[in-house]
């Protein structure tokens, strides 16, 4: 029987909490930044919760 192997791209992309909420960084803070104000980058920094659709995807790839 084979062994399920997490999703190793995931792993680095999310962090789980002690109470099982998965955190992670938003999106649109990778490139492009000249482009973009300072206040809305600031607002995309940090870590944010994930939605509940998204969080099923990710328990799924990680095997929870």
Request: glycine share 10%; charged share 35%.
């Amino acid at each position: 029987m084979p062994k399920f192997k997490p999703h190793s791209g995931m792993k680095k992309r999310v962090k789980i909490t002690g109470r099982g909420k998965i955190l992670s960084e938003p999106a649109g803070k990778r490139h492009l930044l000249e482009v973009k104000s300072s206040k809305r980058t600031r607002r995309l920094s940090g870590n944010v919760e994930l939605g509940q659709s998204e969080t099923r995807k990710v328990n799924k790839l990680l095997g929870r």
